[in-house]
């Protein structure tokens, strides 16, 4: 019995995995080490880099611009204090310590 035959499941779910580079790549790698299904193994693992570079370098920019996907935000470690990291907390200094 085939399983992973372009039309059956095993192949979509594997389409499917590669939405995600990692599980893409995994799934399409592992299944490249058994002969009959290195055709099978090639798509999935050729559409999981073609899905990441579409997806990072056309999709991601497109939704930041327009506000629909969140744009990450940097702080120099200079910028940055310990009352920040630590909301509503007080930072006792050294010579407030009981010794």
Known sequence: MEKFGLGKKWFWIGIVCGFHIGFGLIYGISLAFEKKFRK???III???????????QLLVP???TRGLYP????QS???QTLESLIPGGTILSTSTLPQ
Request: proline fraction near 4%; charged fraction near 5%; avoid cysteine.
């Open 40 to 42: 099978e193994a090639i």
């Open 46 to 56: 050729a559409w999981t880099i073609v899905w990441f570079v579409l997806q990072s």
């Open 62 to 64: 497109f939704l930041q």
């Open 71 to 74: 744009t990450p935000v940097y």
């Open 77 to 79: 470690s200079s910028s």
